[in-house]
């Protein structure tokens, strides 16, 4: 069994893929990365091109912000991924394209792996993220040291494909969590109670939660710059939810709803922002 060197590329290094590039340096990793719009980063030595970082590397990671954009990079890199490549793919998307660049991957000869994160920057930086695996076993064991670096909670939900499926149900809950905090919150501030003072109290009742912990002080003092994950690629998320759950005859009453909440934000320009803004949609007048 080929396993990976302690050497890894990674295209994309933003918010996320800046943090997980980050966390394996941190580890000891020799880290190389590539993306137009980060020209440095503490930790990570950046390459001119994606090319130039497929020929310096085997194990490649894709952090980006579609499926489509996946794709497209890797045509661009054309013959210079090889069968010695194995990539793992972090971008949130659409199932089917993510099957299909795995296949296309295939023909070249190389390893494919989902590897979706859940959880934001800030975790993923600390390791503290949880990842859901879609592609081979022998594939997860070939990148074990890698994935056990990047996170020690791991799920193989199966082939390539599934973790991109299960991703969605996953943000399908959290991001309808957040949007009921940040509903409550606003309607205690409408009462009259300040918000933080709100929060002390829920977090002793069964309504805390996850959602309340990670973003409820930010909700309370509007504290939205820097983000820890931008609320446009939420709204993206649950557009890809809707489009599924419409291609399954799902229902998704609840994620209609969000989707009008997130689109209100952007409206306002609070796309860049954290994702925590969604609140200010709901204190700023009505939809």
């Not at 996850?210 to 939420?234: C, I, T, V, W, Y």
């Amino acid at each position: 069994m080929v396993s990976v060197s302690n050497r890894v590329g990674i295209i994309g290094v933003g918010l996320l893929g800046g943090a997980l590039g980050q966390r394996l340096a941190g580890q000891g990793w020799e880290v190389f990365g590539h993306d137009p719009a980060v020209p440095e980063l503490g930790g990570l030595t950046i390459c001119r091109s994606a090319v130039e970082l497929a020929g310096r590397c085997d194990t490649l990671m894709l952090s980006l912000p579609t499926s489509a954009v996946a794709a497209e990079v890797v045509r661009a890199l054309g013959q210079a991924v090889t069968a010695q490549h194995c990539i793992l793919d972090t971008t949130t998307g659409e199932p089917g394209e993510m099957e299909a660049l795995g296949q296309a991957l295939a023909k070249r000869g190389a390893a494919y792996l989902e590897a979706n994160v859940a959880g934001s920057s800030k975790l993923a930086r600390h390791g503290e993220a949880v990842l859901f695996l879609g592609g081979a076993a022998e594939t997860i064991n070939r990148c074990e040291a890698l994935l056990e670096t990047l996170a020690t909670t791991r799920f193989h939900v199966g082939t390539v494909g599934a973790a991109s499926r299960f991703k969605l149900v996953h943000n399908l809950i959290l991001g309808l969590n957040r949007a009921a905090l940040a509903e409550g919150l606003a309607f205690a501030e409408a009462l009259s109670f300040d918000a933080s003072d709100a929060l002390a109290i829920l977090r002793e009742t069964p309504a805390t939660s996850a959602a309340l912990e990670a973003k409820g002080e930010k909700m309370a003092k509007r504290d939205f710059n820097p983000p820890q994950a931008r609320l446009s690629q939420h709204l993206k998320d649950v557009r890809l939810i809707r489009q599924l759950a419409e291609e399954i005859g799902a229902a998704t009453p609840l994620s209609d709803a969000h989707q009008t909440l997130l689109k209100r934000a952007e409206a306002l320009g609070l796309g860049e922002s954290d994702n925590a803004a969604v609140i200010e949609a709901l204190r700023r007048g009505n939809l």
